[in-house]
């Protein structure tokens, strides 16, 4: 999965990619994680079928087992593609920001 | 797999990714379900959607690269058929060139050609071959490639019997095959060893059949197929 391919995904890459950017996590801790920031819980299933993409696109990868749970870990790779989609996403939140500002004032 | 409720979703995906996940996603529903996180209702409902998603992005991912694949035969087929008829026209004429079903094959040298049944093929060894639609018609002699005023005459030569004035012509290709022409009758085939002197309405439709000795336990032989034998 390329960038394309995360812009054209679902957010929840996203909410993965900037979980690990914090450092690696198993599964449960990525859960808490993302629902810690986001309000976002995602399910077992969706998470490792994000996982799964994001680990083939070669931006997050598996660490060895600790007590048969991988932690996963950003790539760089990972870093840049989530840096470039928050950027996109922050200026868009500024625009609109202004914008809905504007509007109400 | 150990316990419920992965187990008996795990089918729901595809083989590799079960082969891959199945272990972590088990252990952590396990562990959402242990920390009440989620209820096994909720948590199944979940699995079985994912296991739906992914089956599909399986099958879209296969069907893809079966695509690509086809698509890639075809094209390589095309191509391989282009080159066999010389479809592509490099640096020569192209015509549609083929064995007619019913004509005898015959062969001489490199050289592989055809006429229609009605046609007499002979060889005057080591002269040549050849070949006349006009009936009871006799060859005088095998070392020149003289023919009837009427009807068609084909001869394939041993290259250099006649003079090759082919130098500087530019060449066709037939049925794979570089041929020089000099615009007289006279077709050179240096790459068969050969030349074709061929006149008469069936001339050009036969030596377009002209193509390397394909013959079963011929190619290369001096001659062979229905050729009848005279005297030299």
């Known amino acids: 999965m390329t960038m394309e391919g995360i812009r054209g995904s679902s957010d929840r890459s996203v909410l993965v990619l900037t979980s690990l950017a914090g450092g690696s996590k198993h599964g449960y801790a990525l859960i808490k994680d993302i629902e810690g920031f986001a309000g976002v819980k995602l399910g077992p299933g969706t998470l490792y079928g994000c996982l799964a993409k994001l680990e083939q696109a070669g931006l997050v990868e598996a660490l060895p087992a600790e007590e048969r749970r991988h932690p996963y870990r950003i790539t760089a790779s990972g870093l840049e593609a989530v840096k470039e989609r928050l950027t996109e996403s922050a200026r868009i939140a500024t625009v609109g920001l202004g914008r809905v500002a504007g509007a109400m004032s | ?232």
């Open chain 2, 1 to 232: 797999m150990k316990s419920w409720p992965f187990r008996c979703l795990a089918k729901l995906y595809p083989k590799a990714w079960r082969e891959r996940y199945a272990d972590e996603v088990n252990d952590l529903s396990a562990e959402l379900l242990a920390a009440h996180e989620v209820t096994r209702p909720r948590l199944a409902l979940e699995l079985v959607r994912s296991g739906f998603a992914e089956r599909l992005h399986s099958l879209n991912r296969a069907r893809f690269v079966a695509a690509l694949s086809a698509s890639a035969a075809v094209v390589v087929l095309l191509v391989a058929a282009l080159l066999a008829t010389n479809g592509f026209g490099l640096g020569a004429t192209t015509s549609p060139r083929v064995t007619p079903v019913g004509w005898d094959s015959v062969g001489y040298r490199d050289a592989q050609v055809s006429f229609p049944p009605s046609f007499e093929t002979v060889t005057s060894m080591p002269g040549g071959i050849f070949s006349v639609d006009v009936p009871s018609w006799s060859f005088a002699s095998g070392e020149t490639c003289v023919g009837p005023s009427r009807g068609t005459v084909v001869c394939l030569l041993p290259l250099g019997q006649v003079s090759p004035a082919y130098t500087g012509e530019q060449p066709t290709v037939i049925n794979g095959v570089t041929v020089y022409r000099d615009g007289k009758g006279d077709y050179y085939a240096p790459s068969l060893h050969i030349e074709v002197t061929a006149s008469g309405p069936m001339a050009h439709r036969i030596v377009d059949t002209l193509t390397r000795n394909r013959i079963p336990g011929c190619a290369h032989a001096l001659s062979c197929g229905s050729i009848t034998m005279t005297e030299g």
